[in-house]
Every structure is written in structure tokens, then in C-alpha cells.
């Protein structure tokens, strides 16, 4: 299984980005994706994820923010960023559940 991420990079506060993962290796279901992510000196955490039930699940300091959303044809997950604080710097991961896969994760850097 592979995932591919893209779409970080450097951002004024109250900006936006949209990431993408592109899965391959797999059965693309969008209920096994998930975004976390990595602040320098910080343990990485969730973002975003789907739960089994079919419930989607962000963290409380993006609710309200970010969207995570796929698109089975092009067995992608994004991560669509709105409003964004400097303190959402950080390395952003997707992540497949069912086979414990790690995408190489894509910088996002929020300042003015």
C-alpha cells in the first residue's frame, strides 16, 4: 500500500489549502483514511478521520476549519484547511487504518 500527499506549503493566517492522498496497493475506502500531523518538538496527533460507523471526527482545535472528504474514483482523501493559524504548522500525514500505512507527509506552514 502506498500513499502519495501532497498539497502543503507556505500560507498567511486566515488562508487555505486543500491536501490530497493519492492511495494505491489497495481497496480505496474512505472510512480507513485519516489526517494527523506533526508540530516541530510535538507528538503527531489527529486531525481528521472517519470512524467505522461512517462518522467523521476532527480534532477540537480544527473543528469548524477543516473538511476531510475523498473521492473513490480517484482513490484520494483531502484535507481542505480553511482559516488557518499559525499554530496549524506542522507536517501533515494521511493514513490508512486497515493496513497501518503512512503517507510521507507534506509541510504546511502557516505565517505571514
Given at each position: 500500500?502506498q ?24 481497496i480505496?475506502?474512505?472510512?480507513d ?11 503527531r496527533e ?15 482545535s ?48 502557516v505565517?505571514?
Amino acid at each position: 500500500v502506498q500513499l502519495q500527499a501532497s498539497g502543503g506549503g507556505l500560507v498567511q493566517p486566515g488562508g487555505s489549502l486543500r491536501l490530497s492522498c493519492v492511495v494505491s496497493g489497495t481497496i480505496f475506502t474512505i472510512n480507513d483514511m485519516g489526517w494527523y500531523r506533526q508540530a516541530p518538538g510535538k507528538q503527531r496527533e489527529l486531525v481528521a478521520a472517519i470512524t467505522r460507523g461512517g462518522v467523521t471526527i476532527y480534532a477540537s482545535s480544527v473543528k469548524g476549519r477543516f473538511t476531510l472528504f475523498g473521492d473513490n474514483a480517484k482513490n484520494t482523501v483531502y484535507l481542505q484547511m480553511n482559516s488557518l493559524k499559525p499554530e496549524d504548522t506542522a507536517v501533515y500525514y494521511c493514513n490508512n487504518k486497515r493496513s497501518d500505512s503512512w503517507g510521507q507527509g507534506t509541510l504546511v506552514t502557516v505565517s505571514s
